[in-house]
Every structure is written in C-alpha cells, then in structure tokens.
C-alpha cells in the first residue's frame, strides 16, 4: 500500500502550513524514502524531513494528525533553538525537550508518549535485525546497538540513566547477545 499523489501533496502542504506558523518560509524537502518500523524523521545536517510512506498509507488521518506535526517541530526547533537545545550529560541533544514541547502546543498537538513514539502497526514491516553487544554497569547488563559499540569502542562515552556510570569501552565484556 503506498501513498497516492493527492496524499503526499496534503502532507507537503501541511509541512508549509505548519512551518508558516513559526515565520519559516524556506522550503523544507519533504521525501517518503523511510523504511523499516521509523514513521518519519527530521534530518537535521540536510534540514529535511522524511515519512514512512507505507505507515502514512495505512495510518493517514493519524499520520497526518501526529507524525507530520512531529517532525515538523523538529524542524522548527532546530531552525530556531539548534545551539539553546539542551543536551544529556553524554552530549546528545534532547530532541524532545520543552522548546519541542512548546512548538508542539502552538501546531495543536499535545505532546505526550503518543506524539514521540507512534502506535502504528508494524507487524507487517520488512526491518533487520542489528546486533547487539554486552556492556556493563554498576546497576545492571547493557544490550548495546553495533552503531553505538562502535562509537564506544572509538572512545565515545555513554551514560547510564539509572546509576550515571559512564559505559566507555572498558566496560564490554566481549560478548555478543545472540
């Protein structure tokens, strides 16, 4: 099941109309490209944004009621807070913080676990299975994505939210969660 032009015309308007509440009158590159379980994604060194064409086939009145408002204001809060956007201890931002939050309440959509993490039936998605790897903390086993064993093993730092143990990579066990 795929979008029809009419639909993905709708979306890319309501991305205009969203943007033209907060003054942002560039045009943002708009693509149905996104694949797996992911319903849409702001790609902030591009500033484009991205929807999972078969979800918002399936899921078009929620999809354009919840996950295009959503990257929408990634979008705007980037445009507007990119250096203000607060960050973790471990460096990453929080893309969901209170200027997030605000932005949401102005498109009228309030933000809550429903607006960050879609519901969408995902049984049917085509989606790989990524490795994990086992790290350790003072509080508890970590199951830890190859993308970021990598980083850790570059010498990135991640932080434990529970304990506030830094996992770096003394803390693998060399083991693979299979």
Known sequence: MTLTESQKTTIRD????????????????????VKGKTAGVFRYPEKSIGFNEILAAQNFEDFIARTVP?????YIDYTKNGNKMRKFRDGRRNMH?????????TLGVASDKRTTYHKYDT????????????????C???????????????????????????????????????
């Open 14 to 33: 309501l991305v205009k109309h969203y943007a033209a509440k907060h003054d942002i009158k560039v045009y943002i590159p708009v693509d149905f490209t």
């Open 70 to 74: 959503h990257e929408v204001a990634h």
């Open 97 to 105: 913080g209170k200027y997030f939050k605000a932005i949401m309440a």
């Open 123 to 138: 049984s049917h998605v085509k989606t790989r299975k990524q490795r994990r790897w086992k790290y350790l903390c003072s």
């Open 140 to 178: 508890k086993d970590w199951a830890i994505s190859t993308v970021m064993h990598n980083r850790i093993q570059k010498g990135e730092v991640r932080v434990c939210p529970k304990c506030k143990d830094e996992i770096t990579a003394q803390n693998f066990t060399g083991q693979e969660i299979k």
